[in-house]
């Protein structure tokens, strides 16, 4: 294999395992939005979240053994994972524009704001509850609907460069002496 397929291999194995990966956040979305609801899709969305790093790791891991002779260094595995998450990325906030923009209509954050009102409601809530219930109801309501994919979207940016070269650290091996 010549050394330009071997970069578009390369390429191409960490845009499908990122592809894999942004479809894990896709269902973790979609989880937190029925999660309002829904005590297992939230604890289920919260052990995806978790469990993201290990899965990025567990496919880098996946493609050093497969397609690198079980030999890959830091800068490799660093490029290979940013470039994953950068799909990841990409897939999140498609499946986050859809849901939010096109199918539900705001009606994630009126559920919130109604379990905030219930919260105020209930027998014993004290001064600093209430306080801070009114608060995020109000932080709720100024909410751009049509920018929050892109508020998440910016969020796992930020995952995007932190995480990786980090998770690259465990994915490293060299030639054994």
């Not at 498609?94 to 379990?115: A, K, S």
């Not at 509850?129 to 709720?140: F, G, H, K, P, T």
């Not at 979207?153 to 091996?173: R, W, Y």
Request: aromatic share 12%.
């Amino acid at each position: 294999m010549t050394e330009k397929e071997s970069k578009r291999e390369y390429y191409n194995s960490a845009m499908y395992y990122g592809t894999l990966l942004g479809a894990v956040w896709a269902v973790m979305y979609l989880l937190v939005f029925a999660g309002a609801t829904n005590i297992m899709c939230a604890m289920t969305a919260i052990v995806l979240y978790a469990g993201s790093p290990f899965i990025a790791g567990w496919f880098a891991t996946r493609y050093r053994k497969e397609e690198c002779n079980d030999e890959m260094q830091y800068s490799n595995a660093w490029q290979f994972l940013v470039i994953m998450y950068i799909c990841a990325t990409t897939i999140g906030t498609i499946v986050n524009y859809i849901y939010i923009n096109h199918i539900d209509h705001g009606g994630f954050i009126g559920e919130m704001q109604e379990m905030l009102s219930a919260i105020q409601g209930t027998p014993g809530a004290t001064a600093d509850i209430v306080a801070a219930s009114e608060s995020y109801r109000e932080l709720l309501s100024r909410i751009d609907t049509t920018a929050l994919p892109w508020q998440i979207m910016e969020s796992d940016c930020l995952n995007s460069f932190l995480l990786p070269p980090i998770i690259a650290l465990f994915v490293k091996k060299g030639k054994q002496i």
